[in-house]
């Protein structure tokens, strides 16, 4: 039996939650989180100018745009633990536990493959987490901030933040409206999210 929407959508905020805080607090340890926090008040504080109309829309944009690359680069630390984390929770964990993260246990829901008698394989994991997790993004994200020129980096970002958003949108509307509910990352990694139960482990095995 396929796995309803609101189970997957709650899984999915409960797995990105604790990536993410487990992430942030990691990255509190590193000298860089001071100038990422320093950084972020100075964007801040830029936006406030342009409200205020103490600079105008190209001053602001500039700033903008030095800002984000320089906080950007402050975050490598953190984009590589979120990465990692990313990879290890989402390829080795959930393969460990047989399609199941935190989230996904507690909302009793399972990724099999597509191929009834098989197992769920690591590359299929990681071409899920390539796509719904948007590790490719992240990825390019960080190749971008450690060699892409500063000036450059800024309009770059924004196509990338828009794929990012056109990506999880798609599979939204994949899941939501497809008959097998079925996303993108499904589709490129042959497998499916189904109710975790005995009915839906006879019909995996089936």
């Not at 690591?122 to 060699?147: C, E, K, P, S």
């Amino acid at each position: 039996m396929k796995a309803y929407f609101l189970p997957r959508a709650i899984a999915f905020l409960i797995d990105a939650i604790l990536i993410s805080l487990v992430a942030s607090l990691c990255f509190r340890v590193f000298p860089q989180y001071t100038n990422y926090t320093k950084l972020n008040q100075q964007l801040e504080e830029s936006y406030r100018s342009y409200l205020n109309q103490d600079i105008t829309i190209n001053e602001y944009v500039a700033q903008v745009n030095d800002l984000s690359y320089d906080i950007a680069y402050q975050e490598v630390p953190y984009m590589i633990i979120y990465i990692t984390l990313t990879i290890g929770y989402f390829v080795v964990f959930q393969a460990k536990m047989n399609g199941q993260t935190i989230g996904k246990r507690l909302m009793r829901v399972r990724v099999v493959s597509m191929e009834k008698e098989e197992p769920v394989t690591t590359n299929q994991y990681l071409i899920r987490a390539m796509i719904n997790q948007t590790l490719f993004l992240n990825l390019v994200d960080l190749g971008m901030v450690l060699f892409m020129n500063k000036q450059v980096y800024g309009y770059v970002n924004i196509i990338l933040v828009i794929t990012q958003s056109i990506i999880m949108i798609t599979c939204l509307i994949m899941v939501l409206y497809r008959k097998d509910a079925r996303g993108l990352h499904d589709l490129a990694a042959n497998t499916k999210v189904v109710m975790d139960g005995a009915k839906e482990l006879v019909e995996c095995k089936s």
